[in-house]
Each structure stands twice: as structure tokens, then as C-alpha cells.
């Protein structure tokens, strides 16, 4: 298991926006009544509590449109991190197997502004990568819920080599 990060700390797979892109999206900042902002929701606070922190990936189930268990492109062996401060979070996650010759491995990781509306989990995206697959000022919107201390997050569905599939990612609180 790698180290725990302390409140504050950012890991160093943290993806920055460019310049240009900084610049813009300053007009998101906090409690400017603009982009998604955690601080300035009201009445969900207590989900947002249970969920700033650091977490760890421990499933992803991927299902096909009748509700069958399909491979997921995050393979057998998924690892990933996330880590939601009280206004910005920072995600990655992919296959944790080593590549085979010639092969390569599925990731992602992006990081904003996030808030909770009810059991939905908004992430408006400011770095990411790959960034073909996650726009830099796209909302990355989950389906959120609490399985006991563990959560559970659910992403819309999606085509994955040529079948819709829908994911549930299972994680476990660190910190």
C-alpha cells in the first residue's frame, strides 16, 4: 500500500492545465456562483463531509445493457486514488497489471472543482488526461452512494470496444 497523503499534500501524478486553460477557468473560482464549487452547497454537507478525504479503488463491475458482468478496460487488477479537498479533487485510476510486450494499459486521471446535488457527485474538469477522453471544462457527473463506510460511484454509461457498458466503482476511505 503506498503512503497516506496528509491533508494538503498532492500526489505527484496530479495533472496541471496549461496556461491558457488556467486563465480561464479562473472565473470558476470559489463562491463565485459559477462553476460547480463544495463550499458554497447547501444541504448536502453532510455527504460532502463523508467524502472529502483520501480513497482508494478497490472494484470496478462493469456491466453490459441486460445486466451482465462484462471485462472492464480497468481489467482484473483496477488500482486508483482519489483525494477531495474541501473545494478541488484530483483522480486516477487504470489497469494495474504490467503491460504484456507490445501492449499497452487503460488510466485516466483528471482533477476541479467538485460538489454534491443530492446522490450526484459533479467534478468540473480543469486538468486531465488522456484529454481526448475528459475535456478540459467538462463535468465529469457520477451517481454517488455510501455502501456502509465504502463508496460507491457510477458514471453514465459508456461504449468500451464496442460494447455500452456501465461501471460501478467501488472505494475505500484512506484518510
Given at each position: ?19 491558457a ?8 473560482a ?8 463544495a ?68 488510466w ?14 459533479r ?8 484529454a ?21 460511484l ?22
Amino acid at each position: 500500500m503506498g503512503a497516506v497523503l496528509a491533508s494538503g499534500d498532492l500526489p505527484a501524478w496530479g495533472v496541471v492545465a496549461p496556461a491558457a486553460r488556467c486563465r480561464a477557468n479562473r472565473r470558476f473560482a470559489p463562491g463565485d456562483g459559477g462553476a460547480p464549487n463544495a463550499v458554497t452547497q447547501e444541504g448536502h454537507s453532510e455527504m460532502r463531509e463523508r467524502i472529502i478525504g483520501v480513497w482508494r479503488l478497490l472494484a470496478v463491475e462493469a456491466r453490459d445493457p441486460e445486466g451482465r458482468v462484462v471485462p472492464s478496460e480497468y481489467g482484473p487488477c483496477p488500482m486508483g486514488t482519489a483525494q477531495f479537498g474541501p473545494e478541488r479533487m484530483m483522480a486516477a485510476l487504470g489497469d494495474g497489471r504490467p503491460p504484456a510486450a507490445g501492449e499497452s494499459r487503460h488510466w485516466v486521471t483528471y482533477t476541479g472543482l467538485w460538489q454534491v446535488e443530492g446522490e450526484v457527485l459533479r467534478t468540473r474538469v480543469d486538468g486531465a488526461h488522456p484529454a481526448d477522453r475528459i475535456g478540459i471544462g467538462s463535468d465529469q457527473v457520477r451517481e454517488c452512494r455510501f455502501e456502509g463506510a465504502r463508496l460507491v460511484l457510477r458514471p453514465p454509461p459508456r461504449r468500451v470496444r464496442g460494447t455500452l457498458q456501465q461501471l460501478e466503482l467501488t472505494w475505500e476511505k484512506l484518510a
